[in-house]
């Protein structure tokens, strides 16, 4: 036992030299401040800070007291965050959906199944673009991105409101890197960011991956809570906040113009920059309000992707921003990737620019229309409910019945080889136990409620 309380101790210095909350040259609290913190005697503390020295992970200063190593370990991202069972955390999730069998299910994927996506459209674009001449083949593209492509993403921004012209555009290789760009622009490590209650699992970890300090605010039918929203910026004074407008992941849920309007006006008094996660758009009948739209690109960031709507295969999104901000995340795509995506340029404004693509896209509407309908009904005879019934888009939020644990489910799906997506990777404050998101692209086969059922009953 006191063997297993020494490890304890150790792992936990460790993984605080992981995250850099311990870095290099740092002193380690006390041997009694830590006893107390740990839960555990003095004695197995000096036990574990002398077993770190000798491997040299730490150095002892006699009289002073013990130090982290000047040679420090690689910066361990799963150990920044707070200590989530490994099973259900947001890497798992992802790994478990990219790298599952071909015959697995996976309901708590976030992206369609290939034969919802306008194959024939990209075969015939990538015939066009193998007979293009060694430019377009060859050669790196420019910082800012294809210019043919920034246009026609300007037009169809300004279909949804938000004007920004091909000069406040720069293409990126997803809207994961367009966020990482500008997290690198607009952040220094330790300052606080505000995320939604539940958000995307993902800028969880890409937050994380830039040491910012994460506070999240609930977010609600129509909105982030706007009481809470504003609490949260007198409180934390955070530098920015990231949400999704159009279709929010995991919820469904649509921003309202009235709550966009105030959240506008908190963000103007308290000083704080938005940057609005639009990979959804083109899924949407009606386009709901977005932020950029009302603010003019002046503290608002417009970021949009691809991957969900043409294919993940070949990467390409982009950022609106205004001009002098693209102007340094301009000088930091060059520095972290230098050259943009030709061809991935190139294929996605062929496959956008095919006829072909509007029928595309009324055809996916009209299939996700039809799943949310028949997954609700479906998922509704296990007990399973969701919080609303979405205008639009691929999610349902749900919850499970008589309080059961989702990562319980998750786990026992597993097994099954089917993957689930629960509640509480999307949560910041662990507060979506019994929540589960469903893609309900991917949740038509029998299989899945046959697992569920299983599982709801302790089978």
Known sequence: METTRIESVMAEVRRRIGA?????????PSVRSFAKIMGVSVSTVVEAYGRLAAEG????????????????????????????????????????????????????????????????????????????????????????GLAPLRGLIARRLADRGVEAGPD?????????????????LLLEPGDTVLVDDPCYFNFHALLRAHRARLVSVPYLTNGPDIEAFGAALAQHKPRLYITNSGIHNPTGASLSSAVAHRVLKLAEIHGLTIIEDDIFADLEISPAPRLAAFDGLERVVEIGSFSKILSAAFRCGFVAARPDWIEGLTDLKIATSFGGGRIDAELTQAVLGDGSYRKHLDVLRHRLAQARHMVSQRLG???ITPQLAPQAGMFLWCTLPDGHDAADIARSA?????????GNVFS????????????????????????LGAALNGR
């Open 20 to 28: 850099r909350t311990l870095v290099a040259g740092a002193r380690l």
């Open 57 to 144: 992970a730490i150095q002892s200063r006699p009289g002073s007291g013990f130090y982290v190593a000047n040679a420090s370990a690689p910066f361990a991202l799963a150990a920044s965050g707070p200590r989530l069972d490994r099973v259900i955390d947001p890497f798992w999730v992802s790994r478990q959906s990219l790298e599952a069998a071909p015959d697995a299910l996976r309901p708590g994927c976030g992206w369609l199944p290939p034969s919802w996506l306008p194959q024939d459209a990209i075969r015939r674009a990538l015939r066009t673009l193998a007979r293009a001449d060694g430019v377009s083949l060859c050669e790196y593209g420019t910082p800012l």
């Open 168 to 184: 406040q555009i720069m293409l990126t290789e997803s809207g994961t890197q367009a966020i990482d760009l500008l997290c690198r």
């Open 381 to 383: 005879e296990l007990g």
């Open 414 to 422: 597993l097994a099954h080889n089917v993957v689930l997506a629960p």
């Open 428 to 451: 910041l404050s662990q507060t979506a136990t019994s929540a589960l998101r469903f893609n309900v692209s991917q949740t038509l086969d029998d299989r899945i409620y046959a697992v």
